[in-house]
């Protein structure tokens, strides 16, 4: 059974920067895409970013592009995400997902196994 963990999650200052993480087991984790999706309050889940399992192609949406940064580390099965100039609406439940496949997408039915997620506000 895959089991996702994230943390880092809190509350920061408009421009200031938290770090997520998001801790695998269970399977081979190397194999897996992994991605981050986010939920505000009243809203859709939302596609953040995914990465391939190597590490070395990866994908974000268009209101996070050049200030979040998604990695991996294969040896310690986690996948992170670092989170820069955030926002106000960046504010949201932020969730780490795996899928079966070597490279995922911004869809969610893409994503076999997701964690339980960490809220993430952001204040002015």
């Known amino acids: 059974q895959v089991q996702l963990v994230e943390s880092g999650g809190g509350l920061v200052q408009a421009g200031g920067s938290l770090r997520l993480s998001c801790a695998v087991s269970?399977?081979?984790?190397?194999?897996?895409?992994m991605g981050w999706f986010r939920q505000a309050p009243g809203k859709e889940r939302e596609f953040v970013t995914t990465?391939?399992?190597?590490?070395?192609?990866?994908s974000y949406a268009d209101s996070v592009k050049g200030r979040f940064t998604i990695s991996r580390d294969n040896p310690e099965a986690t996948v992170y995400l670092q989170m820069n100039n955030l926002k106000l609406e960046d504010t949201g439940v932020y969730y780490c997902?795996?899928?079966?496949?070597?490279?995922?997408?911004?869809?969610?039915?893409?994503?076999?196994?997701w964690g339980q997620g960490t809220q993430v506000t952001v204040s002015s």
């Open positions: 997902a795996g899928g079966r496949t070597l490279w995922g997408g911004p869809r969610s039915d893409e994503y076999d196994y």
């Open positions: 269970g399977r081979t984790f190397s194999s897996y895409a």
């Open positions: 990465i391939d399992w190597s590490g070395f192609r990866t």
